[in-house]
């Protein structure tokens, strides 16, 4: 087997500025609707939203409690298996909160249609997505994601949380492996 390349893609300069852009827009979406010192729920997708997470949240100026799901719907490869399974669950009763999911990337859009879906039957106040990545030309359902930090072209990209077979994540910058 050839050895994979890695080609940077995206920096850590550029994360930064992703981020804040993405929590000057949630905090100001936010700020309309939500109570004084009423909390937001963010519910964090495992592991690959890990750091993702912990940055933005850091960045979104209106108080927040934490809580995560794991999901998966890829295996080892770099193909998803066009199911998702969830083997984790919330720990938080979200039933008439403020809920924003959060996940790394959206590629066919089946995690977060799965996750909304299922997020919904628990009765939240209301419901928004947020991902950093986005690959539209992937799109294999429909769904509508709230906030999204940048779209990039259909290649498989790892670090900054995102791995392949569960490497790469602890990379603080985004690269494409090749
Ligand atoms: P979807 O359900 O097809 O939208 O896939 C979303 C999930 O697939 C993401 O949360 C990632 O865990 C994974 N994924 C999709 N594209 C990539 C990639 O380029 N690198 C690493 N993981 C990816
Ligand atoms: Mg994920």
């Known amino acids: 087997m050839q050895e994979k390349r890695l080609v940077p893609m995206i920096d850590q300069t550029e994360i930064r500025e992703i981020n804040r852009q993405l929590a000057l827009k949630i905090t100001d979406d936010y700020s309309l609707i939500l109570a004084k010192e009423e909390p937001i729920i963010v519910l964090v997708t495992l592991k690959g939203a890990l750091f993702f997470a912990a940055d933005l949240m850091r960045e979104i100026g209106i108080p927040s409690q934490v809580d995560f799901v794991r999901v998966s719907s890829y295996g080892a490869g770099t193909q998803s298996s066009g199911k998702v399974a969830m083997s984790k669950e919330i ?79 602890e990379m603080p910058f985004i690269g494409i492996l090749d």
């Not at 924003?100 to 959206?106: G, N």
């Not at 791995?163 to 790469?168: E, R, T």
């Open 91 to 169: 720990e938080t009763d979200i039933h008439g909160k403020h809920v924003l999911v959060l996940d790394e990337i959206v590629d066919s859009g089946r995690t977060l249609k799965f996750l909304s879906e299922r997020f919904l039957k628990q009765g939240p106040r209301s419901l928004k997505l947020a991902a950093l990545l986005s690959k539209p030309s992937r799109r294999e359902v429909e769904i509508n994601v709230d906030y999204i930090g940048r779209e990039i072209p259909d290649r498989f990209v790892v670090g900054y949380g995102l791995d392949h077979a569960n490497n790469y994540r």
